[in-house]
């Protein structure tokens, strides 16, 4: 079992900054790819980021250039740095990661005003 808690949502205007967290319950070192999805209301769920364990990344392309994935093994954290923010980035974000079956977060809400 692997539990995920996502933290640093919030409402912020377009062209503002957020960083969100997501501690994971297990040592990074055994996941081999953590990923930040988001879902707008009324869309299906899309990949923003993802970063392995050797620190590779993958950016969904409405992202690339704005946001960027990070993994602290020591403190078994990912982070999502977003900046220049759009109000198309508006939507509940969520981690996931992919260890045996996948387990994802709760997700932490994501607004961002024009």
Known sequence: QVQLVESGGGLVQAGGSLRLSCVVSRSLFSINVMYWYRQAPGKERELVAACTTGGMTNYGDSVKGRFTISRDNARNTV???????KPEDTGVYYCY???????????TQVTVSS
């Open 79 to 85: 982070y999502l740095q977003m900046n220049s923010l």
């Open 97 to 107: 990661a992919d260890f045996a079956r996948g387990y994802w977060g709760q997700g």
